[in-house]
């Protein structure tokens, strides 16, 4: 995928662009609001007490200086601008910000931490059925279905060249499999919720990890499929740097079953949640908000959507994820690496220390420009050169920010 395919901006997205403002970008449109009245008091001051008509226009002149306005929004544009180029893709400033100050990271599990290509590693039918069978049945109900589960299974079936069967009546239910009516037979595929009659059948599978499909026709248990999806391999390294970043809470939100769950969250020392349907996980976003936290949701999937716009900041998988994902979310990765997501919290903090600076540096600069020019020591030509070069300053400072790394 490359960048064109990004959603554009719509004409009404100039009010959205409004309201993405950073919160450092209104509290600098606070400060121009009360700039102008001090800057007139000072120079009626200097013209009352000095009668100094030229040190009360060099005020006017350094004093009109428009850096205050550029300190944040050149800082940002650096920063996101370097950030495409690398394959990160920033919706706005305001993100930066949140990020520099996020506490929460919440990870979808199935296409974000894993590759999300999942294999079938174990056919075990009951009784009567054979192998072949039960796979061909599982295919054929799985033909319609989005999910990578479902994409697995079909895989396994065409390497074994099995044919597919007539198929009616699909229907997908979020977090938990599908239905459908395959040659005439009522099947269902799905964990342990959708498909009740497995009882405690193939624990011993679930235990290593892995992730199982029950099948039953018309109400009876026909058997099951395991499959494993692989970690991506650079997920441990990058879940360490944003440890060391300073975010305490990491957690595994995911429908899949409990011991899946809990074998990935070990390995990563991460804390998890299983079996959500995907409307738990906005749940836990919003629960975490009310709590005071910043909250950043990675995911990929049309399931994730919902919870990725509600977080704080959402970051989506965009190279491996679904266009509604990338849309919804606030941060797109539009590599499949997933050492960009330490790299975006690293480089949302550089920017608002240089945001920061930016402020501070103007601000003093002001300050001692207007002492100058009120006490007589600076002439109005000197104080029109002056009045340029903390945008000199604030650009060069800024700058800093298209060179990283
Ligand atoms: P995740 O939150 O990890 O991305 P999903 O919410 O997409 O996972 O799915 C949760 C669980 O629902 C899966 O682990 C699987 O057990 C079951 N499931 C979902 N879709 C299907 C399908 N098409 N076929 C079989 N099982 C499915
Ligand atoms: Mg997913």
């Not at 990491?250 to 809990?262: F, M, Q």
């Not at 716009?309 to 994820?321: E, H, L, R, T, V």
Request: glycine share 8%; net charge neutral.
């Amino acid at each position: 995928r490359d960048l064109h395919s990004f959603p554009t901006r719509r004409s009404s997205d100039l009010e959205e662009a409004e309201a993405h403002r950073a919160e450092v970008q209104r509290f600098a449109d606070r400060f121009s609001g009360y700039y102008l009245p001090v800057i007139a008091g000072v120079a009626a001051l200097t013209f009352l007490i000095r009668h100094d008509p030229l040190a009360t226009t060099a005020v006017l002149v350094v004093a009109c200086s428009c850096s205050i306005a550029l300190a944040t929004p050149i800082a940002m544009l650096a920063s996101i601008g370097a950030s495409a180029r690398r394959g990160l893709l920033i919706k706005g400033g305001k993100y930066l910000e949140a990020l520099a100050r996020a506490d929460v990271l919440l990870i979808d599990k199935t296409g974000t931490l894993t590759l999300g290509r999942p294999e079938i590693t174990d056919i075990v039918p009951v009784s009567k059925l054979s192998r072949s069978e039960l796979l061909t049945l599982a295919a054929s109900a799985e033909r319609f279905s989005e999910h990578p589960l479902a994409e697995a299974v079909r895989v396994a079936a065409e390497q074994e060249d099995l044919p597919f069967q007539e198929v009616k009546d699909f229907e997908a239910v979020p977090g938990m499999g599908i239905r459908a009516n395959v040659n005439g037979s009522f099947l269902v595929v799905g964990n342990r919720r959708l498909v009740p009659e497995a009882g405690a059948f193939a624990a011993e599978l679930e235990e290593e990890g892995k992730t199982l499909l029950f099948v039953s026709r018309n109400g009876e248990l026909a058997g099951v499929l395991a499959a494993a999806d692989t970690l991506r391999p650079e997920v441990p390294a990058a879940l360490d740097q944003v440890r060391n970043l300073g975010i305490k809470r990491i957690e595994l939100l995911t429908g899949d079953n409990e011991r899946v769950a809990s074998a990935l969250a070990q390995r990563l020392g991460v804390e998890f949640r299983a079996n959500l349907l995907p409307g738990h996980k906005i749940g836990a976003v919003r629960a975490y908000q009310a709590e005071g936290h910043r909250v950043v949701m990675v995911g990929d999937g049309v399931n994730d959507a919902p919870a990725l716009a509600q977080a704080d900041i959402g970051i989506a998988m965009g190279a491996a994820g679904s266009d509604i994902a990338i849309e919804a979310a606030h941060v797109a990765l539009m590599r499949e690496d997933w050492l960009l997501v330490p790299e975006v919290f690293r480089i949302a903090r550089r920017t608002l220390g240089v945001v920061k600076m930016n402020l501070v540096f103007t601000a003093l600069y002001n300050v001692v420009g207007l002492a100058l020019a009120a006490l007589g020591f600076l002439p109005p030509i000197l104080a029109a050169a002056a009045q340029s070069l903390p945008d000199l300053g604030i650009l060069g400072n800024s700058a800093r920010l298209l060179r990283q790394r």
